[in-house]
């Protein structure tokens, strides 16, 4: 019942108004990120969040509930919960930025062939100074010379609904 709450995002995000409210829930969450085209932000709650302390401070429950979702969410589907790292602890700022720097550096590691990346294609066009490096030409070729084996069972759309008991 918790997680109903945050759950309900209704229509479409729309663009709020500098100190209007998004209500609960992910639009609420993407309202604290999103900023206007005048770099304001549209919710004055940024200001009190610095780090994962002050989520669990200004808005108690709202994290356990996001953990608890992830936790059950395909097991509707005959899948067993989802388990995560640290115990599911909740991790800081710092933790984060520190994730971001390796995974960025391993990242580079590997376009620039540093390390093996197994079966890994790290044909590109951006990193210029890459061994993987392509044109736009090559890299259209590349992916036009794939062929697919479409099922044709598979364009419709599959869509099952699952839902939790209490």
């Given at each position: 019942?918790?997680?109903?709450p ?22 609420r969450?993407?309202a604290?990120y999103?900023?206007?085209?005048r770099g304001?932000p549209?919710s004055l709650?940024?200001r009190v969040f610095?780090?994962?302390?002050d989520?669990?401070k ?23 919960e989802n388990q ?8 800081n700022?710092?933790?984060?930025l520190e994730?971001i720097?390796?995974t ?6 590997l ?5 093996n990346?197994?079966a ?9 100074d890459s061994?993987?490096?392509?044109t ?5 070729s590349l992916v ?7 099922n ?6 599959e869509?099952a ?6």
């Amino acid at each position: 019942r918790a997680l109903l709450p945050l759950l309900r995002t209704g229509a479409a995000a729309t663009r709020l108004h500098r100190g209007a409210s998004a209500g609960p829930g992910p639009r609420r969450a993407m309202a604290l990120y999103r900023t206007e085209e005048r770099g304001r932000p549209c919710s004055l709650d940024y200001r009190v969040f610095f780090n994962i302390g002050d989520v669990k401070k200004f808005k108690p429950g709202y994290l356990e509930a996001t953990l608890n979702w992830f936790r059950v969410y395909k097991v509707p589907e005959g899948k067993p919960e989802n388990q995560f790292a640290f115990n599911g602890e909740f991790k800081n700022k710092a933790f984060a930025l520190e994730v971001i720097k390796s995974t960025h550096e391993c990242w580079k590691a590997l376009l620039m062939k540093k390390c093996n990346g197994g079966a890994i294609n790290c044909t590109n066009v951006q990193v210029c100074d890459s061994p993987f490096h392509c044109t736009q030409d090559e890299a259209r070729s590349l992916v036009e010379s794939v062929s697919f084996s479409l099922n044709k069972e598979s364009d419709e759309e599959e869509q099952a609904w699952c839902f939790l008991g209490k």
